[in-house]
């Protein structure tokens, strides 16, 4: 099973900065199958970013994501009110399970 | 548009048993396949299991497997996730998801099911 670890677990930041969120994975991911999701409170996760560096249908191109093997990140510039949330990594690359990250925290400064 | 719309909370006695449903449109059912994720309050998301709905060929987490089922009702568009022999920590928020194999990233997410587990 590849364990995911992001960091950091929190991240306060104000509206305009930019914001850099790492996943860390065990082992190697396999076609850089690694992909991000936003979540806010009393809501499902939305999907931001798939194959490591491709952005979903609908997603601001402030939003970024790179890295591959075993090191990705999430980078999300000029952030706005509405990025303040909770961010998971997640890989798919190898044989189950599907595992994700444990998530960060992007909180207002 | 793609959407799936899950059952209502349920509230279960320990030991019992919960089938939480996920019935989708908007898109050829049988091209895609159905992932569970679950979240427990305040903690992070753990991916349960899949189905095809294809074939419903199925995938579970090792920890759950003899514990959950997964299944598929084509003419409705409907998956199913029922879990047995529930305890305390099975207590969580239950999503269905869709994805097109066995290992992808899910597009979409139903809005969830809160699945409460006491005495």
């Known amino acids: 099973e590849i364990v995911l670890t992001q960091s950091p677990a929190t991240l306060s930041l104000s509206p305009g900065e930019s914001a850099t969120l790492s996943c860390g994975a065990s082992?190697?991911?396999?076609?850089?199958?690694l992909a991000w999701y936003q979540q806010k409170p009393g809501l499902a996760p939305r999907l931001l970013i798939y194959?490591?560096?491709r952005r979903a249908t609908g997603i601001p191109d402030r939003f970024s994501g790179s890295g591959s093997m075993r090191d990705f990140t999430l980078t999300i510039s000029r952030l706005e009110p509405e990025d303040f949330a909770v961010y998971y990594c997640q890989q798919y690359g190898s044989s189950p399970p599907i595992t994700f990250g444990q998530g960060t925290r992007l909180e207002i400064k | 548009q793609v959407q799936l719309v899950q059952s209502g909370p349920e509230v279960k006695k320990p030991g019992a048993s919960v089938r939480v449903s996920c019935q989708a449109s908007?898109?050829?059912?049988?091209?895609?396949?159905i992932s569970w994720v679950r979240q427990a309050p305040g903690q992070g998301l753990e991916w349960m299991g899949w189905i095809s709905a294809h074939n419903g060929n199925t995938n579970y987490a090792q920890k759950l497997r003899g514990r959950v089922t997964m299944t598929t009702d084509t003419s409705t568009s409907t998956a199913y996730m029922e879990l047995r022999s529930l305890r305390s920590d099975d207590t969580a928020v239950y999503y269905c998801?869709?994805?097109?194999?066995?290992?992808?990233?899910?597009?979409?997410w139903g809005q969830g099911t809160l699945v409460t587990v006491s005495s």
């Open positions: 908007g898109y050829t059912f049988t091209s895609f396949g």
């Open positions: 082992q190697s991911v396999s076609s850089n199958s």
């Open positions: 998801t869709r994805g097109p194999v066995l290992l992808s990233d899910f597009d979409y």
């Open positions: 194959d490591a560096s």
